[in-house]
């Protein structure tokens, strides 16, 4: 496999990761602010 191609395909998977990483983190604060609401 060519360096530059494993490379490339190794930052979109963290990309994503971090990305995914950031959805759960809004997600908790959405909850903990609902549940300071009620």
Avoid: H, I
Wanted: aromatic share 2%; proline share 3%.
């Amino acid at each position: 496999m060519p360096e530059g191609l494993k490379s490339k395909r190794q930052r979109k998977y963290t990309e994503d990761s971090l990305k995914k990483a950031v959805q759960l983190v809004d997600l908790e604060r959405k909850r903990e602010k609902n549940k300071v609401v009620k």
